[in-house]
């Protein structure tokens, strides 16, 4: 079962980043590669479905749309993958190429159902939006300030869900066995008391978010897997899990044995 690290010991996130450095000094390869998948194979297996699409309703749109949201749960396989391959280098254990395809065959209907539930959590604060444009952008100025605050409100609830929820992949990578729910619940668990502290991470990674959007978007092929791997970090200062070895998230059926 996950313990959770002594929060008067945790790292602070420079020493995150830091650890992020050198866990990718030299290995970035493989990091690039799950990224460029997880970024670019989604978008270039949806391209041909937007041919001849309209603004209208019509049955090319409704195809579009059932393709998107396939693709998109291919592109959380994906992502599953990108974060597997950065715990693996947080633990300081090889990577290959291989561990691209990894979680085509480890169950992947486990990750499917947890991103089904997240998005289903997501679209819950989106719901007072539509209603409030709906409603009041046809009235006053005063109806656009109101909707204003709901699109803000919603914002914060996105956020929360974020923080909250955020750990449920590298959870299931370490915990074969764990029902999907209970990924969901130790998630809570985690960052109970550590929302402020993931959010002042995020904040300190702005800068480079904006140096890589200033480089046309190139420098991402180094800058993303550094913010990945320090949000991995992040969840391995959590669970103290840094020494983990690598049965604890290839093996399923040891997990029992490894978890108790």
């Known amino acids: 079962m996950i313990t959770q ?28 590669a799950a990224m460029l998948a997880a970024w670019f194979l989604p978008g270039v297996l949806l391209a041909p479905f937007s041919a001849g699409l309209t603004a209208q309703w019509n049955p090319s749109a409704v195809i579009y749309l059932l393709a998107t949201g396939i693709i998109g749960l291919l592109g959380q396989l994906l ?13 300081k254990q090889k990577t290959s190429y291989q561990d691209l395809l990894w979680v ?3 169950r992947p209907d486990r990750y499917l159902l ?8 997501l679209l819950v604060p989106l719901v007072p939006v539509g209603a409030a444009a709906y409603l009041l952008l046809k009235d ?12 803000l409100a919603a914002i914060a609830a996105e956020l929360y869900l974020i923080f909250t929820y955020g ?11 764990m029902p999907v729910l209970e990924g969901f619940r130790t998630s809570r668990m985690l960052m109970k008391g550590n929302r402020k502290r993931r959010f002042v991470l995020q904040l300190s990674l702005i800068g480079w978010q904006a140096l890589g959007m200033c480089s046309a978007g190139i ?13 991995v970090n992040f969840y391995l200062d959590l669970t103290d899990g840094f020494e ?12 029992a044995s490894v978890y108790g």
């Open 5 to 32: 690290h002594n929060p008067t010991e945790n790292r602070p996130s420079k020493e995150l980043k830091r650890l992020a450095r050198a866990c990718l000094l030299g290995r970035y390869p493989v990091p690039i």
């Open 79 to 91: 992502t599953v993958n990108v974060t597997r391959i950065h715990i693996l280098l947080g633990r």
């Open 104 to 106: 085509f065959r480890n």
């Open 114 to 121: 947890a991103a089904l539930l997240m998005g289903a959590m």
């Open 140 to 151: 006053s100025s005063a109806g656009t300030w109101i909707l204003t605050a709901v699109i």
């Open 167 to 177: 750990l449920i992949y590298p959870i299931y990578l370490d915990h074969p066995q």
């Open 219 to 231: 420098g991402f092929l180094w800058i993303q897997p550094y913010l990945t791997q320090t949000v």
């Open 244 to 255: 983990q070895k690598e049965p604890n998230i290839d093996d399923s059926r040891d997990a």
